[in-house]
Protein backbone atom coordinates (compact mmCIF):
# COMPACT_ATOMS: atom_id res chain seq x y z
CA UNK A 1 0.00 0.00 0.00
CA UNK A 2 1.25 3.83 -0.47
CA UNK A 3 1.44 6.03 1.76
CA UNK A 4 -1.53 8.97 1.20
CA UNK A 5 -2.76 11.90 3.47
CA UNK A 6 -4.83 9.64 6.15
CA UNK A 7 -2.93 6.91 5.94
CA UNK A 8 -1.45 5.38 9.35
CA UNK A 9 2.07 4.58 9.33
CA UNK A 10 4.33 2.72 11.40
CA UNK A 11 8.18 4.21 10.89
CA UNK A 12 10.92 4.64 12.42
CA UNK A 13 13.26 7.46 12.08
CA UNK A 14 16.48 9.09 13.76
CA UNK A 15 16.38 12.91 12.91
CA UNK A 16 19.88 14.81 13.35
CA UNK A 17 20.98 18.60 13.10
CA UNK A 18 22.98 19.72 10.36
CA UNK A 19 26.25 19.04 11.74
CA UNK A 20 25.40 15.63 12.70
CA UNK A 21 24.32 15.89 16.17
CA UNK A 22 21.46 12.99 16.99
CA UNK A 23 18.26 14.15 18.23
CA UNK A 24 16.30 11.60 18.61
CA UNK A 25 15.45 8.49 17.16
CA UNK A 26 13.08 5.46 17.53
CA UNK A 27 15.99 2.63 16.38
CA UNK A 28 15.97 0.10 19.18
CA UNK A 29 12.42 1.17 20.66
CA UNK A 30 8.97 0.90 19.56
CA UNK A 31 8.38 2.25 15.99
CA UNK A 32 6.18 5.40 15.71
CA UNK A 33 2.71 5.11 14.60
CA UNK A 34 1.12 8.37 13.10
CA UNK A 35 -2.17 9.37 11.16
CA UNK A 36 -0.41 11.31 8.36
CA UNK A 37 -2.57 14.45 7.54
CA UNK A 38 -3.08 15.29 10.80
CA UNK A 39 -0.12 17.18 11.88
CA UNK A 40 1.67 14.77 14.50
CA UNK A 41 4.82 15.20 12.16
CA UNK A 42 6.72 17.94 10.79
CA UNK A 43 5.49 18.99 7.35
CA UNK A 44 8.52 18.14 5.59
CA UNK A 45 8.82 14.46 7.18
CA UNK A 46 4.70 14.32 6.03
CA UNK A 47 5.53 15.04 2.86
CA UNK A 48 8.40 13.38 1.95
CA UNK A 49 6.68 9.94 3.47
CA UNK A 50 3.79 10.26 0.79
CA UNK A 51 4.20 8.06 -2.01
CA UNK A 52 6.61 5.19 0.12
CA UNK A 53 5.79 1.99 0.96
CA UNK A 54 6.24 -0.65 3.67
CA UNK A 55 9.79 -1.55 3.67
CA UNK A 56 10.92 1.51 2.28
CA UNK A 57 13.94 3.07 3.69
CA UNK A 58 15.04 6.85 2.98
CA UNK A 59 16.92 9.97 3.74
CA UNK A 60 15.11 13.58 3.91
CA UNK A 61 16.77 16.87 4.88
CA UNK A 62 14.11 19.15 5.92
CA UNK A 63 14.28 22.65 5.97
CA UNK A 64 13.21 25.06 8.85
CA UNK A 65 10.52 26.53 7.06
CA UNK A 66 8.93 22.97 6.83
CA UNK A 67 9.86 21.79 10.19
CA UNK A 68 10.08 24.15 13.03
CA UNK A 69 9.58 27.31 11.37
CA UNK A 70 12.55 30.42 11.48
CA UNK A 71 13.03 31.93 14.88
CA UNK A 72 11.48 35.12 15.93
CA UNK A 73 13.84 37.82 17.61
CA UNK A 74 10.45 38.96 19.07
CA UNK A 75 9.86 35.68 21.32
CA UNK A 76 13.12 36.36 23.12
CA UNK A 77 12.34 38.99 25.95
CA UNK A 78 13.67 40.54 29.10
CA UNK A 79 11.22 40.33 31.80
CA UNK A 80 11.28 41.33 35.42
CA UNK A 81 12.37 38.74 37.98
CA UNK A 82 9.59 39.76 39.91
CA UNK A 83 7.23 38.08 37.18
CA UNK A 84 8.64 34.73 38.59
CA UNK A 85 7.78 35.67 42.51
CA UNK A 86 9.95 34.02 44.90
CA UNK A 87 10.54 31.29 42.17
CA UNK A 88 14.69 29.53 41.86
CA UNK A 89 14.40 30.30 38.25
CA UNK A 90 17.54 28.61 36.52
CA UNK A 91 18.67 28.61 32.82
CA UNK A 92 17.34 26.00 31.03
CA UNK A 93 14.14 25.58 32.67
CA UNK A 94 10.72 25.54 30.66
CA UNK A 95 7.26 27.28 31.71
CA UNK A 96 3.85 27.63 30.27
CA UNK A 97 3.45 31.66 29.75
CA UNK A 98 0.09 33.53 28.90
CA UNK A 99 0.62 35.85 25.91
CA UNK A 100 -1.87 37.72 23.49
CA UNK A 101 -1.84 34.35 21.22
CA UNK A 102 -2.74 31.99 23.95
CA UNK A 103 -0.51 29.65 26.02
CA UNK A 104 2.98 29.14 25.00
CA UNK A 105 6.19 27.55 26.47
CA UNK A 106 9.08 29.52 27.33
CA UNK A 107 12.62 28.71 27.75
CA UNK A 108 14.52 30.69 30.37
CA UNK A 109 17.95 31.25 28.69
CA UNK A 110 19.34 34.00 30.64
CA UNK A 111 19.06 36.05 34.46
CA UNK A 112 20.49 38.34 36.08
CA UNK A 113 19.06 40.10 39.53
CA UNK A 114 16.90 41.92 38.06
CA UNK A 115 15.83 40.14 35.16
CA UNK A 116 14.78 36.81 33.36
CA UNK A 117 15.59 36.37 29.50
CA UNK A 118 12.68 34.17 27.78
CA UNK A 119 12.87 32.20 24.97
CA UNK A 120 9.47 31.57 23.00
CA UNK A 121 11.38 29.60 19.97
CA UNK A 122 10.71 26.04 19.30
CA UNK A 123 14.40 25.04 20.91
CA UNK A 124 14.75 23.78 16.70
CA UNK A 125 13.68 26.63 15.32
CA UNK A 126 15.97 27.25 12.62
CA UNK A 127 17.44 24.06 12.56
CA UNK A 128 17.94 22.14 9.09
CA UNK A 129 17.06 18.98 9.70
CA UNK A 130 18.05 15.50 8.63
CA UNK A 131 16.13 12.36 9.21
CA UNK A 132 16.63 8.64 7.72
CA UNK A 133 13.47 7.18 8.11
CA UNK A 134 12.01 3.09 8.03
CA UNK A 135 8.67 2.19 6.83
CA UNK A 136 7.65 -0.33 8.90
CA UNK A 137 3.68 -0.46 8.18
CA UNK A 138 1.65 1.27 6.13
CA UNK A 139 -2.79 0.76 6.60
CA UNK A 140 -6.02 2.05 6.22
CA UNK A 141 -7.26 4.18 8.95
CA UNK A 142 -10.35 2.78 11.20
CA UNK A 143 -13.74 4.72 11.13
CA UNK A 144 -12.40 5.35 14.59
CA UNK A 145 -8.96 6.85 14.17
CA UNK A 146 -10.29 9.25 11.51
CA UNK A 147 -13.29 10.41 14.08
CA UNK A 148 -10.55 10.58 16.59
CA UNK A 149 -8.28 12.19 14.37
CA UNK A 150 -5.10 9.94 15.43
CA UNK A 151 -3.99 6.71 14.99
CA UNK A 152 -4.55 4.19 17.82
CA UNK A 153 -2.22 0.95 19.19
CA UNK A 154 1.49 0.38 19.81
CA UNK A 155 3.56 3.83 19.35
CA UNK A 156 0.83 5.67 18.61
CA UNK A 157 0.55 7.16 22.26
CA UNK A 158 -3.29 6.47 21.95
CA UNK A 159 -4.09 3.01 23.08
CA UNK A 160 -7.91 3.43 23.46
Known sequence: MTITSDSVVTLH????AQDGTQLDSSVDKEPLTVLLGKRFLIEGLEEALEGKEKGEQFSVSVEPDKAYG???DELVQQVPRSMFDGMDVEVGMSFRA????GEQSVMVIDTSEEHVVIDGNHP?????????VEVVDVREPTAEELEHGHAHGPGSGNDH
Open 13 to 16: YTVS
Open 70 to 72: QRA
Open 98 to 101: TTDQ
Open 124 to 132: LAGVPLSFE
